[in-house]
């Protein structure tokens, strides 16, 4: 068995991290810094979709628990 000392422990802990953060980055990375293919792709995908019909068991359409209350709701 071989025992990695020095540069070379270095080196191949530098290329697992390497090969580690290249397998991430199009998974991860890409599409938060740059989501708007994602969003165009989506909109295709569902265009023919009515989401209030496909709600399971009557339920309301998820909206932002954290929006503000417009001056009508009020």
Known sequence: ?????????????GTVVGAIGLAIYPIIVSPMMNPEPYKKQQAVNRSGIKQEEVQPGNMKVWSDPFARPKAEEK
């Open 1 to 13: 068995m071989v025992l990695l000392k020095g540069w070379k422990y270095a080196a191949m802990v």
